[in-house]
């Protein structure tokens, strides 16, 4: 018995001992197992050019796909604002789904109610489930606003949000003038990006249209504030703090739209805030006056950005900027719409970023990357490569558009080190596993489900991305600014070190480049 | 106000404790007193709810009276909208619990990506096997249906996913396609697709499951159509004369209802095969196909999680013969229990064989209760979990000389409180069901138990209030906590929730104690 009271064993070593190692093989004879050695001809097949080709030609399955859906992406952006509930119309699994999703990534705490719509609300649609939900929703969490999404269920069944709400409002669930932004958010369009831009735009316009025709609409007078909007980001809490730090530094007036960075960031100290932080609604509303909207994610926000430009200001946008020409475009996008100027600690800190790539390149220098996420982060990560001198062979979007692709494809052009290099939209993890196996590169650059990659193909993982589920608290530091350039350079460099060492540290045969000094 | 009468009864020692958050309510009160205080906390709840609701939630809440058959609330019945219930769907439970872990078969999530993938991997069933190659568990395969296929229908998506399945996996053993919502709205057959291609497929097993989100109250329906999926397409397959692979012996069991969530159906099978029986399946943690057409060979059907597959259990009973036991591997007296009730199934040999077992590990349960139970001796816990933890731990913790104050199911049923009221909890117990965000959050407030035992969407915010917790569904990423070898895992992960230095650290300094301050607010 391996087992002992003083030095507990759990499951990292417990089934390694003799004991469960002889129980595992004799229950094999009941697997009906395949011949060990077609297993080991399939794996080395699945690593074959020939694999590639057949799994490139898939037209119907997904495996591992790099995406979630829109109703994620909706809450996301609901709960940025102050005090509010994100209700979510349909299926209740839905909305059990994201709250583990979000808590597992955030390691916080994540509210969201459903309208828990079952069989009979499939066949006589769900209106009496928003009627009794929004009531109780009001009633036992006192929110400042419910913003409603929709699952696929819904969708499919063709509930009228609008309709549905307003009836709702009639028969007393929530006051006639309680906010109830709502933005239709079908699972089968687009991805999570795709559900904050909806909800985002369903927000503002609620605030800015005329609150579904209860208010009259609000008129522009343009003041010289500039609006924010973070689209989805998984470091969201570290991201948002910096841009607000640029801007204070800056002394620009400005409202971030959608700012969840204190309710996925609340201390532990005896009390649960459910709601934290956000946009003020009266912020919400005011920010149709700004001089202009900077969207940090195109395509987070397609349909919110023109909407915008619509009322009338100047719209802006930035594919995730990460390191120093994104950023010094996005610095020199502020000043030149506020009309301020940039500070000379800015100068400093960007100064820092150059000196501390100067020190390093030569690590990076050509180093080839495979890198997969959501398409404004690959974009931002593969551009910050380009200015490293690293070569992003492989960027695969499973959300990115044919639109990202072309984008990309000219980004990859412009640059020496961008030749060779691929994007590739709509593809999976399954995809990328290929790719790292006819095309190998030195590391990967993804979210946690890398990992399975990083197993599979022996290709060394930086997790940046979301989700991250198996390394903790790295939301908390920003990857925008100059400074988040520098913890991305970081991230980066301490895999590299990390994999030298590991390849040199072998006594007596490889630990002659086992340097003390890199 | 409540709250603050107790804390007068208790003696300068225990006020002292209270402050370092590691008080138990229950060492003051009498029984009476306790019931009157979780009586007066459901009456405080319901004041929340419109009128409608507080009448249908007053029904899932009560204080257990000892002596009752079951805890004297309702169960298995939709959740009220808007709520906040903790319940997942009907897909959760057969995909994410039933189905997923069967690791030598391509599970597709039918429909739109996100179920898929919210659920990819984060259950942790564990299992051995080439993953890509001949084990598929944590792989994540969607139809990732888009608006052309909910117009159009799937079902001819679905043909050409099976095939690309075929050409790009040619070792799975099966596939089973899960439904998601859709699949049910728009009029597709799943069951004709799953036929025709079985038959191109040379008999290949193809298993259609109907668990659509949005049918039945919870996971539990769930778990039901995946059994159901299990008997239509798996056993009534099977051929009737079909000689398993394996020569019979008398001691052939089935372990039922085991995932294997960081190991647990391993540190279970090793006790049951010590004590010389012998294990031919395993459902569905590190389970198979072949595992699964055998087990109609078995002796008995041993049974861990009743909720999710007493149905298949029941079948093989009526159809084969085949008896089965519960039982319940979580804690020492549980276990020694359960071996003992196994053994009654069979002859002095393995009567023998589990005093055998009972005796061998006696001296590593005395050595875990000797280390732990001084530190978690005393401590309330309350629970809430899904559908077999929520009674099948209170033995773990009683072993350590701990008490559970409260506990509630998921998406338990009414067996499910019987066998609750009639085992496992003590008088005046709060009992809630289909609790929500809400009353959880209130219970715990006022009862400040000195663990809390539930699942990641609750985590954190009892952590925020200062009160230890573990995931109760997912062992908190540790385990495994079946069997003798995980009591001891157990006993280390419950004491270091507890005792964890942080939770003395909650409050700045300089601030007054947290807990004085809601007191003050009573």
Not at chain 2, 368 to 393: F, N, S
Request: hydrophobic share 35%; net charge neutral.
């Amino acid at each position: 018995m391996a087992q002992s009271a003083e030095h507990v064993l759990d499951h990292l070593e417990l089934f390694r001992g003799p004991e469960y190692q002889q129980m595992l093989v004799k229950k094999k004879i009941f697997e009906n197992p395949r011949d060990p050695a077609e297993v080991e001809r399939i794996k080395e097949w699945t690593k074959t050019a020939e694999y590639r080709e057949k799994n490139f030609a898939r037209e119907a399955l997904a495996v591992n796909p790099a995406k979630a859906c829109q109703p994620l992406g909706a809450v996301f952006a609901s709960v940025g604002f102050e005090g509010t509930l994100p209700f979510v119309h349909g299926s209740q699994g839905c909305v059990a789904y994201y709250r583990s999703h979000l808590s597992r990534h955030f390691k916080e705490p994540s509210s969201c109610v459903s309208s828990s719509m079952t069989e009979d609300a499939a066949v006589f649609g769900g209106l009496n489930n928003m009627i009794d939900g929004l009531s109780n929703s009001y009633n036992m969490y006192k929110p400042k606003m419910i913003a409603v999404s929709t699952t696929c269920m819904a969708e499919v069944i063709g509930d009228d949000l609008n309709a549905f709400i307003k009836t709702s409002k009639e028969k007393g669930s929530v006051p006639a003038d309680f906010d109830v932004p709502f933005a239709h958010t079908p699972a089968f369009v687009g991805s999570h990006v795709t559900g904050y831009d909806n909800a985002l735009k369903g927000i503002l316009e609620h605030f800015w249209d005329g609150k579904a025709g209860t208010a009259p609409k609000l008129e522009r007078k343009q003041n010289g504030a500039i609006n924010i909007i973070g689209g989805f980001d998984g470091y969201t809490v570290g991201n948002l703090r910096e841009i607000k730090r640029i801007l204070a530094l800056m002394g620009i007036q400005h409202t971030i739209l959608a700012d969840n960075s204190e309710v996925f960031d609340t201390p532990t100290d005896g009390e649960f805030r459910m709601y934290d932080g956000g946009t003020t609604l009266e912020d919400a509303a005011n920010a149709v006056h700004a001089k202009a909207t900077i969207s940090m994610q195109q395509w987070c926000t397609e349909k919110t950005l023109p909407f915008v430009a619509e009322h009338g200001q100047d719209v802006v946008s930035f594919n995730y900027p990460v390191g120093l020409s994104a950023t010094d475009d996005f610095i020199v996008a502020l000043s030149r719409i506020s009309g301020k100027e940039i500070p000379e600690q800015l100068a400093r800190e960007r100064g820092r970023l150059v000196d501390a790539i100067a020190d390093s390149s030569a690590h990076i220098h050509g180093k080839k990357f495979a890198i997969y996420g959501d398409p404004d982060l690959c974009y931002g990560l593969a551009a910050f490569l380009l200015e490293l001198g690293a070569e992003p062979t492989h960027v695969l979007s499973t959300n990115g558009s044919k639109a990202w692709h072309e984008k990309m494809q000219v980004l990859l052009a412009s640059s020496p080190f961008g030749q060779g290099c691929q994007a590739y939209p709509g593809r999976d993890l399954w995809h990328m596993r290929s790719l790292l196996f006819t095309e190998p590169v030195d590391f990967l650059i993804g979210n946690t489900y890398g990992k399975y990659l990083e197993r599979d193909t022996g290709t060394p993982l930086i997790r940046i991305g979301f989700p991250v589920f198996d390394r903790h608290h790295h939301h908390r530091s920003p990857l925008w600014g100059y400074q988040g350039g520098l913890n991305v350079l970081v991230k980066i460099l301490d895999k590299i070190f990390d994999e030298m060492d590991k390849k040199t540290n072998v006594l007596g045969k490889t630990d002659y480049s086992f340097d003390i000094i890199r | 106000m409540l709250v603050a009468k107790v804390l007068l009864k208790k003696s300068p020692s225990q006020q002292l404790t209270f402050e370092g958050h590691q008080m138990s309510l229950a060492t003051t009160q009498s029984i009476a007193e306790i019931r009157a205080r979780n009586k007066e906390l459901i009456e405080e709840v319901l004041k929340v709810y419109p009128e409608k609701t507080a009448k249908r939630r007053a029904k899932h809440l009560n204080v257990h009276q000892a002596g009752k058959s079951d805890c004297g609330v309702k169960s298995n019945i939709k959740s009220i909208p808007g709520v906040m219930t903790i319940r997942g769907c009907a897909y959760a439970g057969s995909k994410g619990v039933v189905w997923g872990p069967i690791k030598d078969m391509v599970h597709i999530s039918h429909g739109p990506v996100g179920c898929g993938q919210y659920s990819w991997g984060s259950r942790r069933n564990y299992y051995v096997g080439t993953t890509g190659i001949d084990s598929f568990v944590t792989l994540q395969f969607t139809s990732d249906f888009q608006e052309k296929d909910i117009v159009f229908g799937g079902d001819k998506k679905l043909v050409k996913i099976l095939d690309e399945i075929q050409e790009l996996f040619p070792l799975n053993n099966g596939i089973t396609i899960q439904s998601e919502c859709p699949i049910g709205l728009i009029g597709d057959d799943i069951e004709a697709v799953s036929r025709a291609k079985s038959k191109e497929y040379g008999g290949k097993t193809i298993v259609p499951v109907r668990c659509e989100g949005f049918r039945g109250v919870s996971q539990s329906l769930g778990h039901h159509i995946a059994n159901d999926a299990v008997r239509d397409w798996i056993f009534d397959k099977l051929e009737s004369d079909g000689k398993p692979t394996f020569e019979p012996t008398p001691y052939d069991v089935a372990i039922i209802g085991d995932y294997n969530i960081g190991g647990d159906a391993w540190s279970s099978r090793i006790l049951l095969e010590e004590m010389g029986l012998r294990v031919i399946a395993q459902w569905s943690g590190d389970g198979s196909l072949a595992e699964l057409e055998a087990t109609p060979k078995a002796k008995l059907n041993i049974l861990h999680c009743y909720r999710s597959m007493n149905y298949i259990s029941r079948h093989m009973e009526e159809k084969f013969g085949i008896p089965w036991c519960e039982y319940n591997f979580f804690g020492p007296s549980k276990i020694a229990e359960s071996l003992r009730k196994i053994a009654g199934y069979f002859d002095d040999k393995i009567k023998e064989g589990a005093e055998r077992v009972i005796e061998k590990y006696q001296p590593l349960v005395n050595a875990v209760i000797a280390k732990y139970r001084p530190r978690l001796e005393g401590k309330t816990v309350m629970l809430y979990v899904g559908g077999l933890r929520p009674r099948h731990v209170i033995g773990a913790y009683e072993d350590l000389g701990m008490e559970v104050i409260g506990t509630g199911y998921e998406f338990g049923h009414n067996d499910d409180y019987q066998r609750t009221a009639q085992h496992y909890v003590k008088d005046s117990t709060l009992i809630y069901d289909d609790v929500n965000g809400y009353e959880f959050e209130h219970f715990v407030e006022k009862l400040q138990p000195d663990l809390v035992g539930s699942g990641i969407k609750e985590k954190y915010v009892f952590q925020k209030m200062g009160v230890p917790f573990r995931q109760m569904h997912s062992w908190d990423y540790s385990g495994p906590y079946h069997g003798y070898d995980g009591f001891a895992i157990f006993a280390r992960d419950m004491d270091m929730a507890i005792n964890s230095p942080v939770w003395k650290k909650t409050k700045a300094p300089w601030k007054e104690a947290s807990r004085a301050k809601l007191l003050a607010a009573e």
